[in-house]
């Protein structure tokens, strides 16, 4: 049989594993070979999906940094007719996550590609929002540097404005609270903010206001992982 790539999804908080369909354990035991994000988490999570599982059964294979190695030993088991995993850290793998280089040579050496049903952080915040989700994009990471970011805030404003889009955005969970800062310093007082923090988690949290409002009642954000929306449309 050739081989097949399996796009696994994970949990998004930790042990929360409700939102996981039943067939993502029964494609884990159909595959022999993982790339994953972090081989210590991958183990441990599958380890959760079911305690029957032998780990050291499986080839494991980093692809944090994905190296010419890497690259090499993909193609390889791809010839072995090797059914292969591929696991980030959170989520969905190859959306705001490595893993698309090797899904992109999967697909150029005709191999088929499955992706599974799981959740994803950009998605379920928008879903949650009631922002535009005909229209958006997902910008990933905003500048550090305070200049760069404040233009870059601007920016994004001006084009939800114009495109009637929504602006999807993330931060580092310890620059969180800054982030939101910047947001309220620079927006306009009725442009809309969404913040999802802890999604599929006990603690979760997501509620979209106006700048004005969020000046008001700021969260504490530090350290939890975050999703943040902009509209500024009609």
């Not at 993502?24 to 988490?41: A, G, H, M, P, W």
Request: glycine residues 4%; charged residues 20%; proline residues 6%.
């Amino acid at each position: 049989m050739p081989a097949t790539v399996y796009l696994i999804p994970t949990v998004l908080a930790e042990d929360q594993t409700e939102c996981l369909p039943s067939y993502i354990l029964d494609t884990v035991k159909n595959c022999s070979v993982f790339f994953v994000e972090n081989e210590r988490t991958a183990r441990r999570y599958l380890k959760l999906l079911s305690k029957e599982i032998v780990i050291d059964d499986y080839e494991w294979y980093n692809m944090k940094e994905i190296s010419a190695e890497t690259v090499a030993a993909f193609k390889q088991k791809i010839k072995e007719e090797k059914n292969i995993g591929i696991i980030s850290e959170a989520g969905c793998p190859g959306v705001a996550d490595p893993g698309q280089q090797l899904i992109a040579i999967a697909q150029e050496m005709n191999v088929s590609v499955k992706p599974l049903v799981g959740p994803n952080s950009i998605l379920l915040a928008l879903m949650a929002s009631g922002m535009n989700g005909q229209q958006f994009q997902f910008v990933g990471y905003l500048p550090i540097d305070i200049a760069e970011r404040t233009k870059a805030i601007r920016h994004l404003e001006s084009e939800s404005r114009q495109k009637n889009c929504t602006q999807i955005f993330i931060e580092t969970p310890y620059r969180n609270n800054q982030l939101l800062e910047a947001l309220t310093k620079t927006l306009h007082p009725q442009t809309k903010i969404c913040v999802a923090v802890d999604l599929t988690a006990p603690t979760e949290m997501i509620q979209t206001k106006t700048v004005q409002q969020w000046k008001t009642t700021m969260p504490q954000l530090h350290k939890r992982p975050a999703i943040f929306l902009l509209y500024s449309g009609n």
